[in-house]
């Protein structure tokens, strides 16, 4: 069976899957309401925005709960909500491409495959100041949920870095995208059949068009790559990291998910044959507190992994996100790796 978080039985729609869950359980009715306001403005969103409803959803909800204390009491939780739901509208009305202020959208396809992609790319604000320096590069997996927040964050804790996002194939759902690109194995399962277990190929892709086209475009230090992935994509990263670990040399991984079997991608035997006895790169791993077991129990094996197997001038290092579930993890994960970033590189 698929794991829950991040496997086919989010079948294709995780948002409106992770909501029924939810609405399912017992608890506050505030909640309810909240959910309820989420899932209806969701039906407003254009295919490919629903996602971050639910990212919204996932940072507030744990604000709201009842065992949360606040001044007020419920009318705190009110008022928080209140600023949640105009969150929520604004996303509405965004177009469905990603536009965010400095960010340029450059179309790219994989080479070998016909896969079209895009990169999403944001430049130091002195980028065209200092005509000699070169540049750090942050490589932003599932960008499409999380290059918002990196961005928001890296003006203040690595400022000269170069932010390139790496979107989902375009033409098709993201979860297909994903579950294709990020996984190393294959689901075996029969409620699931679209591909799965191309992160072989999904990294080629990245070695052969993506570095190419931005370290020829770009004033950039090939050796100062930071890959950053979460929950599935946090996988996809693991996967890099114990195949080929000289492709970045710092890893962001939030939450890594468990592989389809069940295993854990260092404990994969087509991934642990392929492993250095020695991995020379830095490595920040986070998890939230409230995940999932498994998840959990992921990540700690991971770190201890790869403390066993960290050469002498690489770093690892491990954060727990107290009170945090799988989605409230994320923007908590995000800073904290760049601040963890910023510290190493300074």
């Not at 969103?45 to 996602?51: E, S, Y």
């Not at 290059?147 to 932010?163: K, N, P, R, T």
């Not at 409230?290 to 960290?310: C, G």
Request: glycine share 6%.
């Amino acid at each position: 069976m698929a794991p829950i978080l991040h496997g086919p039985r989010y079948r294709e729609n995780e948002e409106l899957w992770e909501s029924e869950r939810m609405m399912s359980d017992p608890g506050d009715g505030l909640l309810k309401i909240a959910l309820f306001s989420g899932v209806a403005l969701y039906t407003l969103q254009k295919p490919g925005n629903g996602t971050e409803l639910l990212k919204a959803w996932h940072c507030f909800r744990v604000f709201l709960q009842p065992r949360y204390v606040l001044p007020e009491g419920d009318l705190a939780r009110i008022k928080i909500l209140s600023v949640w739901l105009l969150l929520l509208f604004g996303a509405t009305v965004q177009a469905n491409p990603l536009q965010l202020p400095q960010i340029k959208v450059v179309p790219i396809q994989d080479s070998a495959l016909g896969r079209d992609y895009e990169l999403y790319v944001k430049l130091p604000k002195d980028y065209d100041v200092n005509t000699d320096q070169t540049h750090p590069v942050i490589y932003i997996a599932d960008a499409r949920w999380h290059m918002e927040i990196i961005s928001g964050s890296i003006e203040h804790l690595v400022q000269d870095a170069i932010l390139v996002g790496i979107s989902w194939e375009k033409g098709i759902p993201a979860q297909q995208s994903r579950m294709r690109d990020y996984t190393p194995d294959k689901y075996t399962g029969e409620d699931y059949k679209h591909p799965t277990g191309q992160a072989r190929e999904h990294l080629a892709f990245l070695q052969n068009d993506v570095f190419k086209y931005v370290e020829s475009e770009y004033k950039v230090d090939p050796t100062r790559r930071t890959y950053f992935g979460y929950s599935v994509s946090g996988t996809f990263g693991s996967y890099i990291l114990l195949t080929r670990p000289k492709t970045f040399r710092n890893y962001i991984i939030g939450s890594p998910a468990p592989l389809f079997s069940g295993q854990f991608a260092h404990e994969y035997t087509p991934i642990s044959q392929a492993t250095p006895e020695s991995l020379d790169a830095n490595v920040f791993v986070s998890v939230g507190s409230d995940e999932t077991p498994k998840y959990v129990e992921n990540a700690f094996s991971l770190v201890r992994f790869l403390k066993s197997r960290k050469s002498d001038t690489s770093q690892v290092e491990f954060k727990v996100i107290e009170s945090a579930d799988h989605g409230f993890a994320f923007p908590m994960s995000g800073m904290q790796g760049l601040y963890w970033l910023a510290g190493i590189s300074d």
